[in-house]
């Protein structure tokens, strides 16, 4: 089964192909910054921030295609 990456990520990408991963890109054009003071406000840890992301991107590409699997993925470097 073909998944849908719901990530504009290259290198997560070429992670899945270069384990034979059949895949393909669906950007979910989710404004994360928005979303990032949101939490941020709300005194999120970068984690948590990483996770909301990932979960609101895959749920916005799912729910334009249910009946195929989605792999949502973020990442936040915190210094």
């Known amino acids: 089964m073909k998944i849908i990456l719901a990530s504009q990520s290259g290198v997560r990408k ?3 192909d270069k ?4 895949s393909e890109v669906k950007v ?5 910054n928005l979303i990032k ?8 840890t970068p984690l948590l921030i ?3 992301l ?3 991107k895959s749920l916005k590409v799912s729910n ?7 792999l949502g993925a973020d990442s936040v470097i915190d210094l």
């Open 14 to 16: 070429q992670i899945l």
């Open 19 to 22: 384990y034979k991963i059949d």
């Open 28 to 32: 979910s054009n989710v404004d994360e």
């Open 37 to 44: 003071e949101s939490l941020l406000k709300q005194n999120a």
């Open 50 to 52: 990483s996770k909301n």
């Open 54 to 56: 990932a979960e609101i």
């Open 64 to 70: 334009q295609n249910p009946e195929r699997l989605v």
